[in-house]
């Protein structure tokens, strides 16, 4: 702004208050209350400036719809000319950094940008999850009159917060209650496209990672005696007593933690109540329940964690880190693998041996992406992993056969039903070590709840292939086959494949493993494995996939279920090292993965390649696909390349030919040179 300029701020508030008033709205100043709920959670979220005490909004209603629904209606007002709203490149309001921490500036400096700070407030700390956020900006004229400016922005779950702006308006009557039926009618007509909401889950997700990596090492570093194992179950109970369920289960809030020493008050007896409450509202079978009640009671009502220092408990001192930093994540409905994100964040502070951490790698989400579509997963498929882990590849699954559903039934009362078929009963995991359990648990419960078949059983040794928990009796009837084992069991983990596809009876298979298994380190297991399935391709990925946490070259292996391998059958074998994705393992960048290369486009044409042939090569070249036979008696042969012809061509002699000519002349020319050179001196 320049300099001398007085702000008309004032003018500002004074107009706008006063179409309010005429509108005969109830709305609340910066000073009053609107209600409990969003008056405290605008106190809790950190202030436009960064620091911790009040938000308060210039104006604020609460407004209610035909349908009965309730709208948060936050406004910000500024005073001078041009400072309505900061958008970034990608025309989104820029509240972030580039490594993604809040532009505490912009937040501060521009009407809807603080407008949209407000409506983050509410979307993390409330039941609300639809929010009009509203900027008005002004400046006098060289007239000296009042000129204004205003925006419009709709903050919900289904944008990720970020808001969209619903459009052009000269003054606020689109909320007098005459009309504002049809305002609300457009703003549920705004939608994203699918790169738009791609590339915000992608700004989200990075944002996701820099605050998992602060929490825990908050805890890490502040919260003495509390081992790996407490801090996942920590983390996994606080996200589920702060979920809660509409209507029925009401959300635990951090001020209902007293820190009481009393018989059954204590903050751990507080919080495994609410958890109670939730897993039964969620109709979680008895014996699962009881399993996830068992496992969180432990850490939960131990006396350390419930033990009052200075008026609090540790319990409520990390109960309130994790609601405060993840909070806004989890409530917003990310269908990304978030506990997986955990997982490896919470798994990054072990001190494994380089063999034990690459059993616990998280799958990059597109990689589960692949491995999904490999398998030709669709609505009505049955999918199974048999190394769930944090269920990143089931949730990947998940995601892929509801998106299908939704494509393709356009009933709502069928599509409702599939959607709730899908969660309940097409999905099956299995995961041994119970700290990871539960981190699955978690995961599923966050997507949806497609829980209800994550069991923690030794998917080598005590499973049968039957659905658990009251369905023990019941085939699971499996049909694709998703998995990322642990590289240190036999055969780099090909023994998990053998025992799925051992119980399958028709389908496909997708599985990312040491590629060494595919080069004899599986040798005896392979040759099993091809006397009842046909390998259909074998997919040589980048060596750096799991920078940082992984250097080991892998595979994917894809199998058609239940068919004999014939030794004519046909192997695609592609070469996928440059997958179009440039990696960086620099904890203080804010983007290490990016796309460099037609990432996007290149994993669309694999996918192309497996399933339908040569004729979908486009960005490759033959060099990088390669069509050849196996021998099914071998179980070594996996790994194959673009052979390279060493025969010289009548090309390749001219070319000879033709660079020993020009080293010939430049040779004579040079020493013509020289001796003239040497005859002038």
Same mark, same amino acid.
């Not at 609340?28 to 400036?49: M, P, V």
């Not at 790996?228 to 209507?247: C, H, K, M, Q, W």
């Not at 499973?463 to 990322?484: I, Q, S, W």
């Given at each position: 702004?320049?300099?001398?300029?007085?702000?008309?701020?004032?003018?500002?508030?004074?107009?706008?208050?006063?179409?309010?008033?005429?509108?005969?709205?109830?709305?609340?100043?910066?000073?009053?209350?609107?209600?409990?709920?969003?008056?405290?959670?605008?106190?809790?979220?950190?202030?436009?400036?960064?620091?911790?005490?009040?938000?308060?909004?210039?104006?604020?209603?609460?407004?209610?719809?035909?349908?009965?629904?309730?709208?948060?209606?936050?406004?910000?007002?500024?005073?001078?000319?041009?400072?309505?709203?900061?958008?970034?490149?990608?025309?989104?309001?820029?509240?972030?950094?580039?490594?993604?921490?809040?532009?505490?500036?912009?937040?501060?400096?521009?009407?809807?940008?603080?407008?949209?700070?407000?409506?983050?407030?509410?979307?993390?700390?409330?039941?609300?999850?639809?929010?009009?956020?509203?900027?008005?900006?002004?400046?006098?004229?060289?007239?000296?009159?009042?000129?204004?400016?205003?925006?419009?922005?709709?903050?919900?779950?289904?944008?990720?917060?970020?808001?969209?702006?619903?459009?052009?308006?000269?003054?606020?009557?689109?909320?007098?209650?005459?009309?504002?039926?049809?305002? *609300?009618? &457009?703003?549920?007509?705004?939608? %994203? #496209?699918? =790169?738009?909401?791609? @590339?915000?889950?992608?700004?989200?997700? /990075?944002?996701?990672?820099?605050?998992?990596?602060?929490?825990?090492?908050?805890?890490?570093?502040?919260?003495?005696?509390?081992?790996?194992?407490?801090?996942?179950?920590?983390?996994?109970?606080?996200?589920?007593?702060?979920?809660?369920?509409?209507?029925?289960?009401?959300?635990?809030?951090?001020?209902?933690?007293?820190?009481?020493?009393?018989?059954?008050?204590?903050?751990?007896?507080?919080?495994?109540?609410?958890?109670?409450?939730?897993?039964?509202?969620?109709?979680?079978?008895?014996?699962?329940?009881?399993? *996830?009640? &068992?496992?969180?009671?432990?850490? %939960? #009502?131990? =006396?350390?964690?419930? @033990?009052?220092?200075?008026?609090?408990? /540790?319990?409520?001192?990390?109960?309130?880190?994790?609601?405060?930093?993840?909070?806004?994540?989890?409530?917003?409905?990310?269908?990304?693998?978030?506990?997986?994100?955990?997982?490896?964040?919470?798994?990054?502070?072990?001190?494994?041996?380089?063999?034990?951490?690459?059993?616990?790698?998280?799958?990059?989400?597109?990689?589960?992406?692949?491995?999904?579509?490999?398998?030709?997963?669709?609505?009505?498929?049955?999918?199974?992993?048999?190394?769930?882990?944090?269920?990143?590849?089931?949730?990947?699954?998940?995601?892929?056969?509801?998106?299908?559903?939704?494509?393709?039934?356009?009933?709502?009362?069928?599509?409702?039903?599939?959607?709730?078929?899908?969660?309940?009963?097409?999905?099956?995991?299995?995961?041994?070590?119970?700290?990871?359990?539960?981190?699955?648990?978690?995961?599923?419960?966050?997507?949806?709840?497609?829980?209800?078949?994550?069991?923690?059983?030794?998917?080598?040794?005590?499973?049968?292939?039957?659905?658990?928990?009251?369905?023990?009796?019941?085939?699971?009837?499996?049909?694709?086959?998703?998995?990322?084992?642990?590289?240190?069991?036999?055969?780099?983990?090909?023994?998990?494949?053998?025992?799925?596809?051992?119980?399958?009876?028709?389908?496909?298979?997708?599985?990312?493993?040491?590629?060494?298994?595919?080069?004899?380190?599986?040798?005896?297991?392979?040759?099993?494995?091809?006397?009842?399935?046909?390998?259909?391709?074998?997919?040589?990925?980048?060596?750096?996939?799991?920078?940082?946490?992984?250097?080991?070259?892998?595979?994917?292996?894809?199998?058609?279920?239940?068919?004999?391998?014939?030794?004519?059958?046909?192997?695609?074998?592609?070469?996928?090292?440059?997958?179009?994705?440039?990696?960086?393992?620099?904890?203080?960048?804010?983007?290490?993965?990016?796309?460099?290369?037609?990432?996007?486009?290149?994993?669309?044409?694999?996918?192309?390649?497996?399933?339908?042939?040569?004729?979908?090569?486009?960005?490759?070249?033959?060099?990088?696909?390669?069509?050849?036979?196996?021998?099914?008696?071998?179980?070594?042969?996996?790994?194959?390349?673009?052979?390279?012809?060493?025969?010289?061509?009548?090309?390749?002699?001219?070319?000879?030919?033709?660079?020993?000519?020009?080293?010939?002349?430049?040779?004579?020319?040079?020493?013509?040179?020289?001796?003239?050179?040497?005859?002038?001196?």
């Amino acid at each position: 702004m320049a300099k001398g300029i007085q702000s008309v701020e004032p003018n500002i508030a004074d107009l706008v208050n006063g179409w309010l008033r005429s509108y005969k709205l109830d709305y609340k100043l910066e000073q009053q209350s609107l209600n409990a709920e969003i008056d405290k959670a605008l106190n809790e979220y950190f202030t436009k400036n960064g620091g911790s005490g009040a938000n308060r909004p210039d104006a604020k209603l609460l407004l209610r719809d035909k349908q009965l629904n309730y709208y948060p209606i936050l406004i910000e007002y500024k005073g001078y000319k041009d400072k309505l709203v900061k958008l970034d490149a990608q025309g989104i309001v820029d509240n972030k950094k580039a490594k993604n921490e809040p532009n505490f500036k912009h937040i501060n400096s521009y009407a809807v940008n603080g407008a949209i700070h407000y409506a983050n407030a509410i979307l993390h700390h409330t039941g609300y999850t639809d929010i009009i956020s509203i900027g008005v900006t002004g400046y006098r004229d060289e007239r000296g009159e009042l000129q204004y400016e205003i925006g419009v922005y709709y903050v919900s779950k289904g944008n990720l917060g970020v808001g969209q702006e619903v459009g052009k308006y000269e003054d606020l009557s689109f909320l007098k209650a005459e009309n504002f039926d049809s305002f *609300i009618e &457009r703003v549920n007509k705004l939608s %994203l #496209t699918p =790169e738009e909401l791609q @590339r915000l889950k992608e700004q989200r997700e /990075q944002e996701i990672n820099i605050s998992l990596a602060k929490l825990n090492n908050d805890i890490y570093q502040s919260e003495k005696g509390l081992g790996e194992n407490d801090r996942v179950y920590l983390v996994a109970a606080s996200i589920i007593a702060t979920l809660g369920i509409p209507g029925k289960v009401r959300p635990l809030e951090k001020a209902e933690l007293l820190s009481l020493q009393e018989a059954g008050s204590t903050d751990g007896e507080i919080i495994m109540r609410k958890i109670r409450a939730f897993l039964k509202e969620k109709a979680i079978p008895t014996e699962k329940k009881d399993l *996830i009640l &068992r496992t969180l009671q432990n850490t %939960l #009502t131990t =006396e350390n964690i419930n @033990r009052v220092e200075n008026g609090e408990t /540790q319990l409520k001192r990390v109960f309130c880190k994790i609601v405060d930093d993840l909070g806004i994540y989890y409530k917003i409905g990310l269908t990304t693998d978030f506990t997986g994100k955990l997982f490896n964040e919470m798994y990054s502070w072990l001190g494994f041996t380089q063999d034990k951490l690459n059993d616990v790698v998280l799958t990059p989400s597109y990689v589960a992406q692949l491995l999904v579509r490999l398998a030709r997963v669709n609505k009505d498929s049955y999918v199974w992993d048999f190394a769930t882990g944090s269920a990143g590849l089931l949730v990947a699954a998940m995601n892929e056969m509801l998106n299908d559903a939704r494509r393709t039934i356009n009933s709502p009362d069928k599509l409702a039903r599939k959607e709730a078929l899908i969660k309940a009963e097409q999905l099956l995991g299995l995961e041994l070590l119970s700290s990871v359990y539960m981190l699955a648990i978690l995961n599923m419960i966050l997507m949806g709840d497609g829980s209800s078949n994550i069991l923690n059983k030794n998917s080598l040794t005590d499973f049968d292939g039957r659905y658990g928990f009251g369905k023990d009796n019941t085939p699971f009837p499996a049909d694709a086959f998703v998995l990322n084992p642990p590289y240190s069991a036999d055969g780099n983990g090909m023994n998990f494949v053998e025992r799925a596809l051992s119980m399958m009876s028709k389908g496909y298979a997708a599985v990312i493993i040491q590629n060494s298994a595919g080069s004899g380190k599986a040798r005896e297991i392979n040759k099993r494995i091809l006397q009842r399935n046909t390998l259909v391709a074998s997919i040589k990925m980048p060596i750096d996939l799991f920078l940082g946490k992984s250097s080991v070259q892998t595979n994917i292996y894809v199998f058609k279920v239940a068919e004999k391998h014939d030794p004519k059958h046909i192997v695609k074998f592609i070469d996928f090292s440059n997958d179009g994705y440039t990696r960086t393992n620099r904890k203080k960048a804010s983007v290490n993965l990016r796309d460099t290369d037609q990432a996007k486009e290149r994993y669309d044409e694999l996918v192309n390649l497996v399933l339908y042939g040569k004729q979908y090569l486009k960005i490759f070249t033959e060099k990088e696909y390669y069509e050849a036979t196996i021998d099914p008696q071998n179980g070594s042969d996996w790994n194959k390349s673009t052979p390279v012809d060493t025969h010289p061509t009548l090309a390749d002699f001219k070319k000879t030919v033709a660079d020993y000519l020009a080293w010939e002349v430049s040779n004579l020319l040079k020493q013509q040179t020289d001796g003239e050179n040497s005859l002038g001196k």
